[in-house]
């Protein structure tokens, strides 16, 4: 599990080398209503054509993972004690 701040190339180059791993968008300061699952392959986390810090600047972090299971234990480091997500994104339906 490894959490993306300010860095959007090495962010980009991780959904790359895991295109069936899992992303975990988050506020830079926890916040437990805002803890959204999406697949790697989702297309609203990983287009290239947004404005730079698009992802993981501009008060957003990612926390990538090869598992839901892991992100599940970011989640409850998020504020969210019973290890759940705010939401599942409604495009890659993780
Ligand atoms: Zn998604």
Known sequence: MIRFSNDDLSYLAWMAA????????????ADPDYVVLHRASCGSISTDKQAPAAFTGRGYEKICAV???ELELAAKREGRNDGSFSKRCGLCRP
Not at 18 to 29: A, E, M, Q, S, T
């Open 18 to 29: 895991h295109p069936d791993g899992f992303v975990l968008n988050v506020r830079c300061v």
């Open 67 to 69: 598992s839901v299971a």
